[in-house]
């Protein structure tokens, strides 16, 4: 939470008197955009795809949350925007693998601070052979912009 006082000064000038008015005018500001987002208890999901092996899939959820005065809608402005990366050189895994995020928006106790809610979970981009049979790690990056 930030509080500003700005002073107003308002000058009216006749032909014969020049009036000057001074009044504060008191701004607060409780916006938490300076906070981190953070997650639900845990940066790791862990998945196994045993069964529906089908591009489209998908699998795993992971929730990062965002408080911020700030709604990011309308959906076709750029700014408060979270950016992704799936950080991996393996051409397997990135002809594989996608990641989905989407985004709601929630009432945030205390106070009533809107909170953006951001769902991430793996989606395969092609079928895979039920004899297919792979452990791996992935990194996703999301940076707020």
């Not at 607060?28 to 196994?48: K, M, Q, S, W």
């Not at 809608?73 to 992704?84: A, C, E, I, M, T």
């Not at 989606?123 to 707020?144: A, G, P, Q």
């Amino acid at each position: 939470s930030e509080n500003y006082r700005l002073l107003l000064v308002c000058t009216v000038q006749t032909e014969s008197v020049v009036t000057k008015v001074e009044t504060p005018l008191d701004v607060f500001v409780d916006d938490e955009d300076d906070n981190a987002p953070y997650v639900n208890g845990t940066d790791t999901a862990e998945l196994v795809i045993s069964f529906n092996r089908t591009k489209g899939a998908a699998f795993g959820t992971l929730f990062v949350f965002d408080r911020d005065l700030t709604t990011l809608f309308p959906k076709d402005l750029s700014h408060n925007r979270y950016v992704g990366t799936l950080l991996s050189s393996e051409s397997w895994i990135k002809d594989t693998f996608d990641i989905k995020g989407t985004f709601s928006e929630r009432r945030a106790s205390p106070g009533g601070i809107r909170e953006s809610v951001y769902d991430y979970q793996l989606i395969l981009k092609r079928n895979l052979d039920i004899t297919e049979n792979r452990t791996v790690f992935l990194d996703y990056l999301v940076n707020d912009t």
